[in-house]
């Protein structure tokens, strides 16, 4: 019973904290500051979350395979689809769990891969969030309830919010970089 109640929360926070992960990383690659947050800050929150997340997800999945109830396997784990119980459900979640570890090894191995490699893994990498949503919603024991909807919820807005701040700053961006070049001299204030 402990198992399974440390099963779910630990599966919640690794969503939460992913939510964080991705927000920040999308925050980070438009080389822009958050509002009082220094990049090098930014970016050492996002490093430090994705290391807590990983650590969540661990615990997440090593509870799975422990819980005699959930009936998941090792190969379970990393292989989608092949769970006897429920293989849609943990094998989106065995998907998430895939991408985060091909994130990890890129990460170790990011000096000898290349920065194109690495991004592009990286960037890949980025599906595990919503491939981890649907996987909760579709299998959670707590979906029905509101306040793991709420969470849910709470976790969509901040990556439409994310979202949002990147792509809806871009015109203006755009067109302060493009006054510069023609202006080089004039100061433009922002809009
Ligand atoms: C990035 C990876 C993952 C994240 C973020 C994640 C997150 C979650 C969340 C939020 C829940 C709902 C908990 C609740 O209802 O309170 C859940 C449930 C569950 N997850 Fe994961 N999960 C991940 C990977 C996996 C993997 C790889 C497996 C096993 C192969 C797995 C097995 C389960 C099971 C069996 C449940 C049902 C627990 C219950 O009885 O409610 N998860 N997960």
């Known amino acids: ?73 090792v190969v379970d784990l990393v292989v989608p689809f092949t769970a006897s119980s429920q293989p849609l459900w943990i094998g989106l979640g065995a998907l998430a ?14 000096r000898r891969i290349g920065r194109r490699a690495f991004r592009a893994v990286h960037w ?13 919603i579709g299998i959670g024991s707590d979906t029905a309830t509101p306040w793991l909807r709420w969470v849910g919820v709470a976790c969509v807005l901040v990556v439409a919010a994310g979202a949002a701040w990147r792509w809806g700053a871009r015109p203006a961006q755009t067109t302060r970089a493009s006054q510069s070049r023609t202006a080089p001299t004039t100061s433009v204030s922002p809009p």
């Not at 890949?124 to 909760?136: F, I």
């Open 1 to 73: 019973m402990a198992v399974w109640y440390l099963m779910r929360g630990t599966g919640v926070v690794s969503l939460v904290l992913l939510t964080g992960v991705f927000a920040l990383g999308i925050a980070t690659r438009r080389r822009a500051r958050i509002p009082t947050l220094p990049r090098f800050a930014t970016l050492a929150l996002h490093r430090s979350l994705s290391l807590l997340a990983v650590t969540f997800i661990a615990i997440h999945v090593v509870t799975a395979l422990v819980d005699p109830y959930a009936a998941v396997v």
């Open 97 to 110: 769990l895939d991408l985060v570890l091909a994130l990890i090894v890129t990460g170790l191995l990011r």
């Open 124 to 136: 890949g990498a980025y599906a595990a969030w919503p491939l981890a949503l649907v996987h909760a």
